[in-house]
């Protein structure tokens, strides 16, 4: 692993950090806040998940969550959002491809050889940041936006032990029946829709649910939402009387204003979940 | 209109009062609560409305709303929930007759000469309310508890104008599609499902919203949720891009414990809604 850049802020450090990944066979770039708290022993941790089109660096710069973080002695991980390199395929579309892995491992091709971020966030990241950074790997939580909420919905339905809470900034809630799913889980996946279930957070809700507490946020004004369907995952959660809050926020877009607007109270509740509030 | 009880609460006063009512054709009981504020001007109202068993009483003094209102300087009304009277049909069930009004004009016998709950909500206890008491009329908000619940969204949904907000406890969210709304709508009024139609928030949701903000809370051990079918009115808040949060608050069940635990936040939002916060 090697240092990209290291960075103050809050009173701790944002740092950038590029390794070879095994799982994706490229070498692979995140973002890593170290909250002041760092300074004196292992801190839980944030995993935050990007959505279309963005890198590790977009939710690092424009989501304004280092602040509330520090304040609550959290640590956040920025993972990218697809493998990276000259020689791993993509597609022409913005939401194909590079930049919108979509949290799956792919077993088509031409995807299969790289895009694997299903086993690279719930895995090999994991182990290579519990290993190199002081942080709690029993205290964990996971938020995202849009495609990252998707993921993060996903994967703490998948991993409900793993993570205390789980939060979601305008996520896509049922791609199975999206334009912003068929399309990738296709590619992907191939035409087996079993195994797009299991990456469908209205599905995995109706059908599992999550121990903890689960927080969504949607604009009402999001440009997007036909594609993000918030009632199927709202209708989901509130049949398994499911612990949480699915909340329409009114006026906001898609953007990271609309993430940046909330945040605060994603990092409060996930600090709540964890007893540290 | 006469005064039952005048009772000291939180600075203000707790009242009983009751009235022959024209609508109703009987004499009807109400509580309301007035802040401090109201001494020095008219002040903004929060309704409530209950739920199935309950009269004017039970959220008077099981709720916890008055030192909430007190501190905003909202006053409360609490009224009855039927017809009240020896010469008033009633049925041996508690979720028909008498408690068990619906918020509803009925149309059939044997129920079709008193229970016009509908009108007298909306129309008869605010005419009278706001000529007695120094409360604003352009300052309104309304809540409720389950019946109570449905109760208030389809009022506010209905009278958009009138409303800064609406909030519910544990509502019955889809009378049309359930236990608890087949059985009294069918009852007060025939089998015309058009009729009906105008009574359920969820169906309502999905035709016009509302033009403020909506907040729901339902206790994920709600013994009743089969019957209050949160999941539908979630869903309809959702697929409309409402500005609102629906929420499942964990371990909570039906009763006045759980209306109580969440007061605070609801007579917040309302107040907030009218600028007061």
């Known amino acids: 692993m090697k240092t990209v850049s290291e960075t103050a802020s809050f009173g701790g450090t944002q740092g950038v950090y590029a390794h070879q990944s095994s799982v994706c066979a490229c070498e692979m770039t995140f973002g890593l806040y170290l909250p002041p708290a760092a300074a004196y022993g292992p801190v839980p941790v944030l995993w935050y998940l990007s959505g279309l089109t963005c890198t590790h660096e977009n939710a690092m710069t424009k989501a304004g969550a280092q602040g509330w973080a520090a304040e609550h002695g959290l640590a956040l991980v920025f993972p990218d959002t697809s493998p990276r390199g000259d020689d791993v395929a993509d597609d022409e579309a913005f939401d194909l491809g590079k930049g919108a892995g979509f949290y799956v491992n792919a077993t088509e091709k031409p995807w299969a050889p790289h895009y694997r971020m299903w086993d690279y966030i719930a895995q090999e990241l994991p182990d290579l940041v519990f290993d190199a950074f002081p942080l709690d790997r029993e205290m964990q939580a996971i938020t995202g936006h849009s495609m990252g909420g998707h993921g993060a919905l996903t994967l703490a339905m998948t991993y409900p032990d ?16 999206s334009e912003w799913g068929i399309k990738q889980l296709g590619a992907y996946l191939g035409d087996d829709r079993e195994a797009w279930s299991a990456h469908d957070s209205s599905l995995l809700m109706a059908e599992r649910g999550f121990d903890g507490p689960v927080l969504c946020d949607t604009g009402t004004k999001d440009q997007f939402a036909d594609r993000l369907k918030p009632e199927t995952l709202a209708a989901a959660m509130a049949a398994r009387r499911q612990h949480g809050a699915f909340r329409m926020q009114p006026g906001y877009d898609h953007s990271y204003f609309f993430v940046a607007s909330f945040m605060e109270e994603h990092v409060a509740f996930h600090a709540g979940a964890m007893g540290l509030a």
């Open 162 to 177: 793993r993570f205390s809470s789980v939060s979601a900034f305008s996520p896509i809630c049922n791609p199975v029946d």
